[in-house]
């Protein structure tokens, strides 16, 4: 093993050259469509054991603890005549994975194809859950959006045994900056897995359409177009909800809504199996439902720092003004009186949020939101947000809430009760702007 691993820091420096000079030659040509980016994607090229065009990198662990075998396998390939494995022992504890990378530009999605074959994968004290393709993001500094791992997107693990090679095929969304996108065959437990036949391609464009308003970009396809009327809305709600948190008009962002005639569309396009998707960093909404009056308000807070969940989704709320459409104020007000309103700090702790009922946590959380702006000001609920910031404690968040309004969170949770006790109702009025909504246009209102 030993020596098999210099020759890998060998050859990895051998690929470096080759990849520095192929970048420099093709900075300014598109990125073809359809068409397989990878260099020996079906490892039938080898040379000194390993597949020309790829890298064995370290995975997890160091010298000298046991390690996993890289090899080349001509049994039983899926393509061609040469597949790659790698093989640990149940008590392996260094691994590798086999790496290459592509230069990008100007791409949104990718699809990553490959085959892949398992036998006797499992995971052991010490080992990691890793036995599939994993992709890494990079931007032209070679830097991550999100480092918390070594991978952005993967395939699912293939554990135990699979005789017969399983064929990956899934397109992920890239981060707007990516400009290298690295493919990984990894294994981080004992057994057998083995690759082969992998694919990077850039699909074809979906053909979307776009227009523009103030803080927006519509992208629609052609055939199904936004709903008449619903683009302004959409404007007017991202005018209604930014005034209201005060925030100014020079931080307001632009957001680009993609809006699909159903979730397979979506699936296809962004290969996530779900209604509506939001990419806060990047300020995106990715929706079946024509207009957004949720992932905006997170994509307008996002700059100012994250609360916890309860506060952040108690923010949409308030905004939205109702939750299954009874007005959010009295929903809580009615929990009040029966006993029922949560505390502020099961609010707070997500741990203790999370055990809740949703039709009682939700309306609580956006009314004690509601109070927070209405009585102190917006400006002060942003600072909330820098001070409180990704705060992993309630103790963190007493201490960020006292900097921040000169006073307990209990002062001011006794001071919301009372508020909320003492309000009596008239007929919804119009502070809402969902109210006003015709149906057709009737944006998503789930979660
Ligand atoms: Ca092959």
């Given at each position: 093993?030993?020596?098999?691993?210099?020759?890998?820091?060998?050859?990895?420096?051998?690929?470096?050259?080759?990849?520095?000079?192929?970048?420099?030659?093709?900075?300014?040509?598109?990125?073809?469509?359809?068409?397989?980016?990878?260099?020996?994607?079906s490892?039938?090229?080898?040379?000194?054991?390993?597949?020309?065009?790829?890298?064995?990198?370290?995975?997890?662990?160091?010298?000298?603890?046991?390690?996993?075998?890289?090899?080349?396998?001509?049994?039983?390939?899926?393509?061609?005549?040469?597949?790659?494995?790698?093989?640990?022992?149940?008590?392996?504890?260094?691994?590798?994975?086999?790496?290459?990378?592509?230069?990008?530009?100007?791409?949104?999605?990718?699809?990553?194809?490959?085959?892949?074959r398992?036998?006797?994968v499992?995971?052991?004290?010490?080992?990691?859950?890793?036995?599939?393709f994993?992709?890494?993001?990079?931007?032209?500094?070679?830097?991550?959006?999100?480092?918390?791992?070594?991978?952005?997107?993967?395939?699912?693990?293939?554990?135990?045994?699979?005789?017969?090679?399983?064929?990956?095929?899934?397109?992920?969304r890239?981060?707007?900056?990516?400009?290298?996108?690295?493919?990984?065959?990894?294994?981080?437990?004992?057994?057998?897995?083995?690759?082969?036949?992998?694919?990077?391609e850039?699909?074809?464009?979906?053909?979307?359409?776009?227009?523009?308003s103030?803080?927006?970009?519509?992208?629609?396809?052609?055939?199904?177009?936004?709903?008449?009327?619903?683009?302004?809305?959409?404007?007017?709600?991202?005018?209604n909800?930014?005034?209201?948190?005060?925030?100014?008009?020079?931080?307001?962002?632009?957001?680009?809504?993609?809006?699909?005639?159903?979730?397979?569309?979506?699936?296809?396009?962004?290969?996530?199996?779900?209604p509506?998707?939001?990419?806060?960093?990047?300020?995106?909404?990715?929706?079946?439902?024509?207009?957004?009056?949720?992932?905006?308000v997170?994509?307008?807070?996002?700059?100012?720092?994250?609360?916890?969940?309860?506060?952040?989704?108690?923010?949409?709320?308030?905004?939205?003004?109702?939750?299954?459409?009874?007005?959010?104020?009295?929903?809580?007000?009615d929990?009040?009186?029966?006993?029922?309103?949560?505390?502020?700090?099961?609010?707070?702790?997500?741990?203790?949020?999370?055990?809740?009922?949703?039709?009682?946590?939700?309306?609580?959380?956006?009314?004690?939101?509601?109070?927070?702006?209405?009585?102190?000001?917006?400006?002060?609920?942003?600072e909330?947000?820098?001070?409180?910031?990704?705060?992993?404690?309630?103790?963190?968040?007493?201490?960020?809430?006292?900097?921040?309004?000169?006073?307990?969170?209990?002062?001011?949770?006794?001071?919301?009760?009372?508020?909320?006790?003492?309000?009596?109702?008239?007929?919804?009025?119009?502070?809402?702007?969902?109210?006003?909504?015709?149906?057709?246009?009737?944006?998503?209102?789930?979660?």
């Amino acid at each position: 093993m030993r020596k098999g691993i210099q020759l890998v820091c060998r050859y990895a420096a051998a690929v470096l050259v080759t990849l520095t000079i192929f970048a420099s030659g093709c900075q300014k040509s598109e990125i073809p469509r359809d068409v397989n980016l990878l260099t020996n994607p079906s490892f039938e090229e080898v040379e000194g054991g390993l597949p020309v065009g790829w890298e064995v990198r370290p995975f997890r662990g160091i010298e000298p603890a046991k390690a996993a075998e890289f090899g080349i396998d001509e049994s039983y390939p899926h393509d061609g005549d040469r597949a790659v494995f790698f093989k640990a022992d149940p008590d392996a504890q260094r691994f590798f994975m086999l790496s290459q990378e592509v230069e990008v530009t100007d791409i949104t999605r990718i699809r990553l194809r490959g085959a892949v074959r398992s036998l006797d994968v499992r995971r052991n004290a010490g080992q990691y859950p890793q036995a599939n393709f994993a992709l890494t993001f990079l931007n032209k500094d070679r830097g991550r959006t999100y480092s918390a791992r070594f991978y952005d997107q993967r395939t699912r693990p293939r554990l135990e045994t699979s005789d017969d090679w399983i064929v990956e095929d899934r397109i992920f969304r890239l981060p707007v900056d990516t400009k290298y996108v690295v493919v990984h065959c990894v294994l981080g437990m004992g057994g057998t897995i083995w690759f082969d036949d992998v694919s990077l391609e850039v699909p074809t464009g979906l053909g979307w359409q776009e227009t523009e308003s103030k803080n927006f970009t519509f992208h629609w396809l052609p055939g199904s177009e936004y709903p008449e009327g619903s683009q302004a809305y959409q404007q007017q709600l991202f005018d209604n909800y930014a005034t209201r948190l005060g925030i100014p008009e020079s931080d307001r962002p632009k957001i680009s809504h993609y809006f699909y005639p159903d979730s397979l569309t979506m699936y296809e396009a962004i290969g996530v199996k779900v209604p509506k998707k939001a990419y806060w960093d990047s300020r995106e909404v990715h929706s079946i439902f024509p207009v957004d009056d949720h992932e905006i308000v997170h994509i307008l807070t996002k700059p100012y720092g994250t609360l916890t969940f309860g506060l952040t989704e108690g923010t949409a709320f308030y905004l939205i003004g109702h939750w299954k459409n009874q007005r959010i104020v009295e929903l809580a007000h009615d929990l009040l009186e029966d006993d029922r309103l949560p505390s502020v700090q099961s609010i707070v702790v997500p741990f203790e949020m999370k055990r809740q009922n949703p039709d009682i946590v939700g309306p609580a959380a956006a009314a004690f939101v509601g109070f927070l702006i209405e009585y102190a000001g917006p400006e002060r609920f942003l600072e909330l947000h820098r001070q409180a910031n990704d705060t992993g404690s309630y103790e963190e968040f007493r201490t960020a809430f006292e900097n921040v309004y000169g006073r307990s969170v209990e002062d001011a949770e006794a001071a919301f009760r009372k508020i909320l006790a003492e309000m009596t109702f008239a007929p919804p009025d119009s502070t809402s702007p969902g109210q006003q909504l015709p149906d057709s246009v009737a944006p998503d209102r789930q979660q």
